[in-house]
């Protein structure tokens, strides 16, 4: 299984940006899909998860309101959509896969989660 997240990069605060994380070696419609993220000397973050279907999704409280999941079964990739960027959204953001019912417990964490992929830097500037 092999996931790859692009599209980080430098913006300053209040722009926007798009995450893509395309996925291979896997059945990618069934998998509920993630987006982590880790600030430097942080921990690990959950921000934002789509069912298998698409048509669940749950957003973290830090980016409520700022970010979108959404996915293309068609084509094995999921998204993460960012605006009204903040200096604190600043870090290493990895998408993840899982089959399990880990989507649905009430606090996310990335404990269980199957498949990792290597994260795309994220950096806003204030």
């Known amino acids: 299984v092999q996931l790859q997240a692009y599209g980080g990069g430098l913006v300053q605060a209040g722009g926007s940006l798009r995450l893509s994380c395309a996925a291979s070696?896997?059945?990618?419609?069934?998998?509920?899909m993630y987006w982590f993220r880790q600030a430097p000397g942080k921990e690990r973050e959950f921000v934002a998860a789509?069912?298998?279907?698409?048509?669940?999704?749950r957003i973290a409280d830090s980016v409520k309101g700022r970010f979108t999941i959404f996915r293309d079964n068609a084509n094995n990739t999921v998204y993460l959509q960012m605006t009204t960027l903040k200096p604190e959204d600043t870090a290493v953001y990895c998408c993840?896969?899982?089959?399990?019912?880990?989507?649905?417990?009430?606090?996310?964490?990335?404990?269980?989660?199957?498949?990792w992929g290597k994260g795309t830097l994220v950096t806003v500037s204030s």
């Open positions: 070696g896997l059945t990618f419609s069934t998998y509920a």
């Open positions: 789509i069912s298998w279907s698409g048509r669940s999704m």
């Open positions: 993840a896969a899982d089959l399990s019912d880990n989507f649905y417990r009430t606090h996310m964490t990335a404990d269980g989660i199957e498949y």
